[in-house]
């Protein structure tokens, strides 16, 4: 079945007004608890089931309700290997439907699911690189805004980010620009 296709520029206004910039939000895993394994269209990114690892410190410091949902139930986790080709064809969709970028939120989970795919780091930076890529090839101005990443892993991969100079200080999301 297609997707429906809409012009964001003409077809979503709030009091009258168009919207300026166009963001769509998304999970890191695809959605909160990943993607559904089962699904047709799913398939060709070779989803499985994994169950996440908190570390004890930090179960020892609070417990989280949704993690320990997501350890029961698991998380549907694209093959890192086909990775970048869900976020290409999720993100050129997007493109074309006139999105400017994407909020990415929900990235701490993705350390929890390194055993299997060569532990966190590495499962963390396939996944982070192949957003950056994406991103970077669908959106012009390269408009990515990253939620819930305040793992090592992540916070690594920002400062790495910011080194290459991809950050655009007179962008849009700067808030220390006019």
């Not at 390194?114 to 192949?130: F, H, P």
Request: net charge neutral; charged share 20%; aromatic share 14%.
């Amino acid at each position: 079945m297609p997707l429906p296709h809409w012009n964001l520029r003409t077809d979503h206004e709030y009091n009258g007004e168009l919207f300026r910039y166009v963001y769509m939000w998304h999970a890191l895993a695809g959605y909160w608890g990943g993607v559904l394994p089962s699904s047709d269209t799913m398939k060709k990114y070779n989803p499985k089931l994994a169950y996440p690892i908190q570390s004890p410190g930090a179960t020892w410091n609070h417990r989280c309700i949704a993690i320990d949902s997501l350890e029961k139930y698991g998380v549907g986790i694209i093959d890192p290997e086909k990775i970048y080709d869900f976020y290409n064809d999720y993100h050129s969709y997007l493109a074309s439907c006139g999105v400017d970028g994407v909020k990415v939120d929900v990235q701490n989970l993705i350390e929890t699911l390194g055993s299997g795919y060569g532990g966190r780091v590495s499962l963390t930076k396939r996944y982070q690189e192949a957003l950056e890529q994406s991103v970077t090839r669908n959106f012009k101005d390269n408009n990515l805004i990253c939620c819930m990443s305040h793992n090592s892993d992540s916070i690594y991969r920002f400062a790495v980010y910011l080194n290459r100079g991809k950050y655009n200080p007179k962008s849009c999301l700067n808030p220390f620009s006019d």
